[in-house]
Nanobody
Framework: QVQLVESGGGLVQAGDSLRLSCAAS????????MGWFRQAPGKEREFVAV???????????DYADSVKGRFTISRDNAGNTVLLQMNSLKPEDTAVYYC?????????????????WGQGTQVTVSS
């Protein structure tokens, strides 16, 4: 049974950094796409970043425009741990952040492409 467990959220000030971690178990994740989504109060869940298999141990990384240049997604070679390094945080980054996973390709920016989800971790950025 696939399980995703996020950690690393917290309360920080604008301009600070946080690193989120997603630990995956119950499967072989090296060729899975592993993404991060977030949901702010009163808003729909939105795509943040994804790491998806290219070939060998090479992965693509894609980002939402709102976080490009500030956030970095990475994963270990086995794909069991996915990190989201978040720098220069802004109050508008405040949300619950979810890790998501799915085998193969597909529309990686769409949450409907992911079958496995973590429970979420809260990130709050004060101004």
């Amino acid at each position: 049974q696939v399980q995703l467990v996020e950690s690393g959220g917290g309360l920080v000030q604008a301009g600070d950094s946080l690193r989120l971690s997603c630990a995956a178990s119950g499967g072989t994740f090296s060729r899975y796409k592993m993404g991060w989504f977030r949901q702010a109060p009163g808003k729909e869940r939105e795509f943040v970043a994804v790491t998806r298999w290219k070939s060998g141990i090479t992965y693509y990384a894609d980002y939402a425009d709102s976080v490009k240049g500030r956030f970095t997604i990475s994963r270990d070679n086995a794909g069991n741990t996915v990190l989201l390094q978040m720098n220069s945080l802004k109050p508008e980054d405040t949300a619950v952040y979810y890790c998501a996973a799915a085998p193969g390709g597909g529309l990686f920016r769409s949450e409907t492409s992911y079958g496995y989800w973590g429970q979420g971790t809260q990130v709050t950025v004060s101004s």
